[in-house]
């Protein structure tokens, strides 16, 4: 017997470097709340504008990585910060983010502009102590 989903097609977004468990408890908790799951994979040249960071992974890899995990219907390339035009483009009724991003101006924002469409903002929870950053550090450290 299936449990009937919340949304029916949820989008999350990420640059997902050295694809770690917390990269993975955010996309299955998404995929647990929609019955599609488009996941975008920032492109390499966006993270580095970005962040002024190259993805020790290339953006070919990532994409690979997160098309093979069994939560994941599509993947998109997110190639720019225009966070509405997938929504719209895909037909998404929920955006999936780390709960880390909850209360911030930036996504008080989104949250108006994707209601405005149809679309709600779930934010779930951050996985702690794991980031592409904190595994960075600890390959500076070897």
Known sequence: MSVEKKYKIGYTTGVFDMFHIGHLNI?????????????GVTTDELCYLRKKKTPIIPECERVAIVEAIRYVDKVVMQND?????????????AVFVGSDWKGT?????????FASVGCSVVYLDHTDGISSSILRERLNQE
């Not at 996309?27 to 996941?39: G, N």
């Not at 910060?81 to 009724?93: A, S």
């Not at 101006?105 to 502009?113: D, L, S, T």
């Open 27 to 39: 996309i299955r908790k998404a995929k647990e709340q929609c019955d599609f799951l488009i996941v």
């Open 81 to 93: 910060m225009d966070k509405l035009r997938p929504v719209k483009e895909h037909g998404v009724d």
């Open 105 to 113: 101006e930036a996504w008080q924002q989104y949250e108006k502009e």
